[in-house]
């Protein structure tokens, strides 16, 4: 069932015209950089996009002049996880795993979970109920528990997706170890899960 409507909603994502999804991302940006929670945050942990998805390589720079801390991961093939990187210069970011540029591991310090006041993940789909359709390998699913392990007796951090309309459904189908998200921000609306 994840298949089938993984492949759905990638070929309704990379079907979107280049003008529209120039259009679509401003307009995304606009919604993710007015909203309260990224407004007083100060360590952001995005991701640098790749394929069709909402372009974030224009977000980065201006998360950096913003003055907030920009944190990106890098995919430890080793350990099948995550590691963050704070990230002060976006031309040193390199292509790591399936060739989706990384932060330098020896010019950038890593962070921990405890230092991002707001996450911003990527997917290929979305529901009003949060629930997030990712490429499969479970990544964020791993970083989102274990911070819902180490951090929620002190605090949660909020979890924002972006999303072109094209990409929410009725429903994705969810197991028990997905992680959903808290808001989702897609070129029309703002949806709180």
Do not use: W
């Amino acid at each position: 069932m994840k298949k089938q409507t993984r492949e759905k909603l990638l070929k309704r994502r990379d079907s979107i015209p280049t003008e529209i999804k120039n259009k679509k991302e401003r307009a995304i940006e606009k919604r993710l950089f007015a909203l309260d929670a990224f407004q007083s945050a100060q360590g952001i942990l995005m991701y640098v996009s790749f394929r069709s998805e909402v372009d974030t390589r224009r977000f980065l720079d201006d998360i950096i002049k913003l003055d907030k801390t920009l944190i990106l991961p890098a995919v430890d093939a080793t350990h099948n996880v995550l590691k963050l990187y704070e990230v002060k210069d976006t031309a040193n970011l390199l292509p790591g795993h399936m060739g989706i540029l990384e932060p330098g591991k020896d010019l950038n310090r890593q962070v921990t979970l405890d230092e991002i006041d707001l996450v911003v993940i990527p997917g290929t789909g979305f529901d009003p109920k949060g629930n997030r359709l990712g490429y499969g390998g479970g990544y964020y699913d791993r970083l989102l528990s274990l911070e819902s392990k180490q951090l929620a007796k002190v605090r949660h951090i909020p979890t924002v997706a972006l999303a072109f309309e094209e990409q929410i459904a009725k429903e994705i189908p969810a197991e028990p170890h997905d992680i959903g998200v808290d808001m989702i921000i897609t070129d029309k609306r703002l949806i709180q899960c």
